[in-house]
Nanobody, 119 residues
Framework: QVQLVESGGGLVQAGGSLRLSCAYSGRTESTSLMAWFRQAPGKEREFVAR????????YYADSVKGRFTTSRDNAKNTVSLQMSSLKPEDTAVYYC????????????WGQGTQVTVSS
C-alpha cells in the first residue's frame, strides 16, 4: 500500500499558475504509475495526467495538454503537477493516485487539495 498526501492547492486568478505536490510513502516498489484526477462540484471525477514510474513518460487529458506538466522527484518522494494558464473550469479538488503493477485500478488515493480559479 502507498500513502499519498497532496498539497499546494489554493485560490488563483485566471491565467495564473499553481504547483501541486503529492508526497508518497510506503510500498512504492509496487507502483507502476502515478496519476492526477480532479472532481468539480456536481461533476464526475476525471483524469488529468499520469506519469509512468519506471520510464517517466507522461500523458495528459486534452483539456490540460500544453498547460499542465507532471513530474517526479525521487529524491523528495514527490510527484508534482505544474499548472499554468489556469482557467475557471480548472476549479476542482485535485487528487493523486497510484496504480499497482498488474492492475488497471487506482487503489491508493490522496485526500485531495482544492484548486479554485477565479475569473
Amino acid at each position: 500500500q502507498v500513502q499519498l498526501v497532496e498539497s499546494g492547492g489554493g485560490l488563483v486568478q485566471a491565467g495564473g499558475s499553481l504547483r501541486l505536490s503529492c508526497a508518497y510513502s510506503g510500498r512504492t516498489e509496487s507502483t507502476s504509475l502515478m496519476a492526477w484526477f480532479r472532481q468539480a462540484p456536481g461533476k464526475e471525477r476525471e483524469f488529468v495526467a499520469r506519469i509512468t514510474w519506471n520510464t517517466g513518460s507522461t500523458y495528459y487529458a486534452d483539456s490540460v495538454k500544453g498547460r499542465f506538466t507532471t513530474s517526479r522527484d525521487n529524491a523528495k518522494n514527490t510527484v508534482s503537477l505544474q499548472m499554468s494558464s489556469l482557467k475557471p473550469e480548472d476549479t476542482a479538488v485535485y487528487y493523486c493516485a497510484a496504480q499497482r503493477w498488474g492492475t488497471t485500478r487506482f487503489d491508493d488515493w490522496g485526500q485531495g487539495t482544492q484548486v479554485t480559479v477565479s475569473s
